[in-house]
């Protein structure tokens, strides 16, 4: 099975850990990353974005060790929209979280439109972090938690 996943992932955490043990689960793995013109477009809020270079090389040597344990192949392409490589053919399923659901609905409408199959939905829950609140590369950014989730020292209730 061909697998599509996309995301910006800066800076990786588990919960993007959690996406990619799926998608290996599932196959060999293509990974859109976003572009530098494209990853200040699907921040919710803004903030700086290291560079599509730094992120790539990152990103390639944390799939490496997924790849290698469940003996699979992965790419990692540029992704210059938000639709971006699903929507061409030789790809069967699209791992997904919460936030990027809509995307994969959308999608498979542009699929369907230009006559290919629907990709299979695999949608993937948030990994909590230690305040039962969502793991998310914002919270890393602002210092909240580090990316397994722990609450920082100056958020950790009774460390002062």
Do not use: W
């Amino acid at each position: 099975m061909k697998v599509a996943l996309g995301g910006t992932f800066d800076p990786i955490h588990d919960g993007h850990r959690a996406l990619f043990e799926r998608a290996f689960e599932l196959g060999d793995v293509t990974v859109g990353l976003t572009s530098d013109e494209l990853a200040p477009e699907t921040r919710h809020e803004p903030r700086r974005v290291r560079p599509f270079e730094e992120r790539r090389a990152t990103l390639e040597a944390e799939l490496e060790s997924f790849a290698t344990a469940a003996d699979r192949e992965f790419a990692v392409r540029a992704l210059e929209e938000p639709t971006g490589i699903a929507t061409e053919p030789g790809f069967d399923a699209i791992v997904v979280s919460p936030d990027t659901h809509d995307g994969a609905e959308r999608i498979n409408e542009i699929r369907t439109e230009r006559g290919l199959d629907p990709l299979q939905v695999e949608l993937v829950d948030y990994v909590p972090a230690e305040d039962g609140e969502r793991i998310s590369s914002t919270r890393i950014v602002r210092g909240e938690i580090d990316a397994h989730g722990n609450l920082t020292p100056e958020r950790t209730p009774g460390t002062e």
